[in-house]
């Protein structure tokens, strides 16, 4: 058996790199290629733009490992099938089960694996890209992000902190605004709670509540129930700017949720990615046991039609799992529902079929 274990994992490891490495760079390219155009014209060089190439390569990986690993295993077994070499395994005396298991151990370490590089490789390429893009993007050098704290720069060239942030209600607490000029401060604004409101033939503004003006060349404090703020961008620009929760590890995540339960603030979808976080990286287990399972009981046939089952059947988990995603994040679903149904139904149905291998 240890030739043959030798022989499948040189061919899993073969094609696994090939499909993995080059899924994840074509949907690193195709991104770079939506963003060009907001690049500052002559800035980049083309290793600037290998390098962002090169930055996005892990956060697709992350996300397309599953699906590799499920296209893997039903070609590499789909061709054992075909070939007739499973039906000299069980005709020289193996038990097909046998020659699958390290794959299974395989699959729990992809496992393992996958949470780790969400957790801590993920995150640092993300912060790596947002320095970058705020290097070499239009405007995106006037952000800075960090578990809900921004740091930005107001259309007066005031230098805001909004010490917590959130997208989904364009709400922000703790605003303070600094006001400089020659190196010396004029005035600071403290602002309890931000409000971004539409009115009626207008972009929007920025609405503070509860404000205290510090004029510094005064001398004087002004507290203020309502006021306006023009000089503060759209939280359109803010989202566009700051790291999403899937950039995020889950102890950032954890604690930027903490910090928004501590504010009053209920964020569905921040728990829903939350345990997303968790859920996900199992789909490597249960996606490779339901490709070998599946290529050596349904006949799959060749390698390229293998192939296209794998990324229709993966398409079909994205669907679905979207699909709960959102019911979670709408708060039909709870969270922790939302996130595990799919992955469980699918666990349900790889082990199905694993059981049912012929010997």
Not at 80 to 96: H, M, P, T
Not at 138 to 155: A, D, N, P, Q, Y
Not at 321 to 329: A, D, I, P, R, V
């Amino acid at each position: 058996m240890r030739i043959l274990y030798r022989y499948y994992f040189n061919e899993f490891f073969k094609i696994l790199s090939i499909v993995s490495l080059g899924i994840a760079l074509i949907f690193s390219l195709i991104d770079l290629l939506d963003k060009v155009d907001n690049f500052m014209p002559g800035k980049l060089s083309a290793a600037d733009f290998a390098y962002y190439a090169f930055l996005n390569m892990p956060k697709y990986l992350y996300y397309l490992l599953p699906m590799s690993l499920l296209i893997c295993s039903l070609f590499v077994f789909s061709q054992a099938s075909r070939f007739k070499e499973l039906a000299v395994i069980k005709a020289s005396g193996g038990r097909l089960k046998r020659l699958f298991y390290p794959f299974v151990i395989l699959g729990v370490f992809f496992s393992i694996i996958a949470f780790a590089f969400g957790e801590f490789i993920v995150p640092d390429f993300s912060d790596r890209m947002l320095d970058f893009k705020k290097k070499y993007m239009k405007g995106g050098e006037k952000v800075s992000f960090k578990e809900g704290t921004l740091w930005l720069r107001g259309t007066d060239g005031a230098l805001v902190r909004i010490e917590l942030y959130t997208p989904g209600q364009k709400v922000a607490k703790g605003v303070s605004i600094f006001l400089i000029d020659k190196a010396s401060m004029k005035k600071r604004i403290e602002v309890e709670e931000a409000l971004w409101v539409r009115e009626k033939g207008s972009a929007g503004v920025w609405k503070f509540k509860k404000a205290a003006v510090y004029d510094i060349d005064k001398g004087t404090i002004d507290n203020v129930q309502e006021m306006e703020y023009p000089y503060l961008e759209s939280p359109d620009f803010f989202g566009k700017k700051i790291k999403n929760p899937e950039e995020m590890g889950i102890g950032e995540l954890y604690r930027y949720a903490q910090r928004l339960q501590a504010a009053g603030f209920n964020d569905a979808k921040l728990i829903v990615d939350l345990n997303s976080k968790v859920s996900y990286p199992l789909m490597n287990l249960f996606l490779l046991i339901f490709g070998i399972s599946f290529s050596v009981m349904g006949r799959v046939g060749g390698g390229l039609f293998a192939a296209g089952i794998g990324i229709f059947i993966s398409f079909l988990y994205w669907l679905l799992y979207t699909f709960m995603l959102s019911m979670g994040y709408a708060g039909i679903l709870p969270p922790a529902v939302s996130t595990w149904i799919v992955p469980l139904l699918f666990c349900a149905v790889s082990v199905y079929f694993f059981r049912k291998i012929p010997e």
